[in-house]
């Protein structure tokens, strides 16, 4: 399709180069899906489930995360690269080799698939980051990958990191999620928990690295929605040693729940509190210990609040969380079949995967639906849903332990 | 379910021709893993050729039921999970929907009954001219938001469970009653905040009681009067028929009526006197 890019002169075209900057208006679709009791289900469930809300995008963006899908590999960092040409992958191959041990370098198994064209080269690599680089950098082995993410996501021209989690996997492109799906072969993989997306590009670009979900280490975001306040948020993270380098709104999603969670230990439903923070006026009605621990929660994390539409699925090692924002601008709908938690923007894609669903429901906005897999190890601190006073325990930090708050050290 | 077609992509609808098979003037449909636009035309169809029900098995999700469809003495059944905008413009038909609906039911609709036995999703019923959508369970946001009336068109929307926030939002005429009876949130209160914000006409009834932090500035809350039970009455037991529930047991509780102060809350504000 021939543009006239000279009309778009503030678009990156070098950035983004394989998709149209058109600004085209409409919803998206999305879907989560864990089995508490840790048993593996096919890419496929998810693939269908996202098949049924076809209508929901446009081809211009489609993807899946899973986890528990490299049992082989459980202790390497698993990066999925998107490079545009040789000349980035060989940039981006020289940045593994001067910080990680790389015991696995192979090209993303893909079928040809119509509809499918002009992907990036796709490279998985299975890395452990040298010993003795992380004790002069004395950062976590997260930090250390967090800053490599970064490092290539905003310095190497071409290349982008699709995901770079443990023992999971993002696979996105631009196309309907079906065929990103059978492009990447993904009944081939088997996880306890997947999230996925349609996209249906608004605000900006429809590109490969543009497509949800997006990633840090293990956490994987997928959205409906705009993020109004992707510039205070963006400026916020920035703080942290973020760069926000995708070009799409949800990228700061992904970037504050590592913050909030891994970094700042935050209890989860605290987390979800500072996203989708409470009106002022029922902050008021709250009891008062509630409310100060409320009020101190939004001027402490102001910057961090999301603010727009959204519904999101936030996919991790150990389970996943799904959350709308305040006023359910966006839908979300919830099911449990025995050990299977499951969310989607429309029923008919759960139905589609359990037909009969012991339990369905629409989450309440702001209220997150959690999903935790039976004996992983809980990478949030903090139990479920605490009351106020363990809350304040938490963030005060009191010597004596605080009875509910569960910290995995 | 897991439908294939070459080369492999797995597809959520398959764009072919439903299954129809005819017994006198009722048609049956089978839309398991039907495109919505091919089940839509074969519903049509068989409306057009005088079909007087239009029975639709196995739907799970397909947009746009009964959608804009102008006809009378039609009965429409939905057996499954019913898409979104089901009902949109419906000038006339019957639906029954065994099962829940997604979100949007009822969009602009003119004429006809909608009945949901189950729950239904956000904006049910937005902008609402006419006609009645009945709804056993819970409903979601911005139930019954910009429901207006005119002469002798007037909407009316009964929900038997709880309702979230924006319920009648904006609302201009017609009726919209909440019983709060047939919930899965039994700790949770009857309807969300923001109930009637904006109102300027119609009016809605709650069985049991709401708090004024709850409610738009722009209505009032009384307690229903033997009046306005008198109005309310025939439509809960038509609600009753429809739901195979007991009338007795619906008004075995007091209700409660919002309606608003003025029916120009925002006239002076363009147009300052």
């Given at each position: 399709m021939p543009y006239d890019l000279e009309r778009y002169d503030t678009f990156d075209v070098r950035r983004y180069r394989e998709e149209s900057p058109f600004k085209i208006h409409g919803g998206c679709g999305l879907m989560g899906m864990c089995d508490e009791s840790g048993a593996l289900r096919s890419g496929e469930d998810a693939i269908l489930a996202m098949a049924v809300q076809h209508d929901r995008g446009n081809g211009l963006g489609g993807g899946f995360a899973g986890y528990g899908i490299y049992p082989e590999f459980p202790d390497h960092f698993a990066f999925h690269m998107m490079y545009h040409d040789v000349a980035a992958k060989e940039e981006a191959e020289a940045l593994f080799d001067q910080y990680f041990t790389v015991d696995l370098a192979e090209p993303m198994p893909t079928r040809p698939v119509k509809g499918i064209t002009d992907a990036p080269l796709l490279w998985r690599y299975f890395l452990k980051p040298y010993e003795n680089k992380l004790e002069q950098a004395e950062l976590s082995a997260e930090d250390y990958v967090v800053h490599v993410v970064m490092t290539i996501n905003s310095s190497v021209d071409g290349a982008f990191v699709a995901s770079s989690g443990k023992n999971m996997g993002a696979f996105k492109g631009v196309g309907y999620p079906e065929e990103i799906g059978h492009f990447f072969r993904l009944e081939e993989y088997a996880g306890h928990t997947w999230v996925g997306h349609n996209r249906f590009p608004t605000n900006t670009p429809g590109w490969w690295g543009g497509a949800h979900p997006f990633t840090l280490l293990d956490w994987s975001i997928v959205h409906n929605g705009e993020i109004s306040s992707y510039g205070i948020n963006n400026r916020y993270l920035e703080q942290f040693g973020y760069k926000c380098a995708l070009g799409t709104d949800t990228e700061v999603a992904a970037y504050l729940f590592d913050l909030m969670l891994r970094r700042h230990k935050l209890p989860l439903s605290l987390a979800c509190k500072a996203l989708a923070s409470p009106l002022w006026d029922d902050i008021d009605r709250m009891p008062e210990d509630e409310a100060a621990v409320m009020r101190s929660l939004r001027a402490v994390y102001g910057p961090g609040m999301l603010n727009g539409p959204f519904a999101i699925v936030l996919g991790f090692n150990g389970g996943m969380v799904a959350l709308n924002d305040r006023i359910k601008l966006r839908p979300l709908v919830a099911a449990r079949s025995g050990d299977t938690v499951m969310v989607a923007s429309e029923e008919s894609a759960i139905r589609a995967v359990i037909p009969e669903p012991e339990h369905v429901w629409a989450p309440k906005a702001g209220e997150p639906v959690i999903a935790r897999v039976k004996d992983m190890e809980w990478p949030i601190h903090g139990d479920l849903h605490l009351d106020a006073s363990a809350i304040s325990c938490a963030v005060t930090g009191t010597d004596q332990s605080c009875d509910t708050v569960e910290v995995n050290a | 379910?897991?439908?294939?077609?070459?080369?492999?992509?797995?597809?959520?609808?398959?764009?072919?021709?439903?299954?129809?098979?005819?017994?006198?003037?009722?048609?049956?449909?089978?839309?398991?893993?039907?495109?919505?636009?091919?089940?839509?035309?074969?519903?049509?169809?068989?409306?057009?050729?005088?079909?007087?029900?239009?029975?639709?098995?196995?739907?799970?999700?397909?947009?746009?039921?009964?959608?804009?469809?102008?006809?009378?003495?039609?009965?429409?059944?939905?057996?499954?999970?019913?898409?979104?905008?089901?009902?949109?413009?419906?000038?006339?038909?019957?639906?029954?929907?065994?099962?829940?609906?997604?979100?949007?039911?009822?969009?602009?609709?003119?004429?006809?009954?909608?009945?949901?036995?189950?729950?239904?999703?956000?904006?049910?019923?937005?902008?609402?001219?006419?006609?009645?959508?009945?709804?056993?369970?819970?409903?979601?946001?911005?139930?019954?938001?910009?429901?207006?009336?005119?002469?002798?068109?007037?909407?009316?929307?009964?929900?038997?469970?709880?309702?979230?926030?924006?319920?009648?939002?904006?609302?201009?005429?017609?009726?919209?009653?909440?019983?709060?009876?047939?919930?899965?949130?039994?700790?949770?209160?009857?309807?969300?905040?923001?109930?009637?914000?904006?109102?300027?006409?119609?009016v809605i009834y709650l069985r049991g009681s709401v708090e004024p932090w709850q409610c738009g500035k722009e209505v009032g809350i009384f307690q229903a009067t033997e009046e306005d039970m008198a109005e309310l009455t025939p439509i809960l037991a038509d609600y009753a028929e429809a739901m195979g529930m007991d009338i007795e047991q619906i008004l075995a509780e007091p209700f409660t009526k919002l309606a608003p102060f003025s029916h120009r809350p925002y006239g002076k504000l363009y147009a300052p006197m």
């Open positions: - | 379910m897991t439908r294939t077609m070459a080369p492999g992509v797995v597809e959520g609808y398959l764009k072919v021709a439903p299954t129809v098979t005819r017994d006198g003037d009722a048609v049956t449909i089978d839309a398991n893993g039907v495109y919505y636009k091919q089940l839509n035309e074969a519903v049509r169809q068989a409306i057009d050729a005088g079909a007087a029900t239009v029975r639709i098995e196995n739907v799970n999700g397909q947009r746009y039921i009964g959608t804009g469809v102008k006809a009378s003495g039609v009965r429409i059944e939905v057996h499954g999970t019913a898409g979104n905008d089901m009902a949109m413009f419906m000038d006339g038909p019957e639906i029954e929907v065994f099962g829940n609906a997604q979100d949007g039911v009822g969009n602009t609709m003119n004429a006809g009954r909608v009945v949901v036995h189950g729950d239904a999703g956000d904006v049910l019923g937005y902008g609402m001219r006419g006609g009645r959508v009945y709804v056993k369970g819970d409903v979601g946001y911005r139930v019954g938001i910009h429901m207006k009336a005119y002469e002798n068109l007037v909407p009316i929307m009964v929900c038997g469970g709880k309702a979230r926030d924006f319920f009648g939002e904006y609302m201009a005429g017609g009726m919209l009653v909440l019983l709060g009876m047939n919930t899965q949130f039994a700790e949770q209160p009857l309807v969300g905040g923001f109930t009637g914000a904006g109102m300027h006409g119609g």
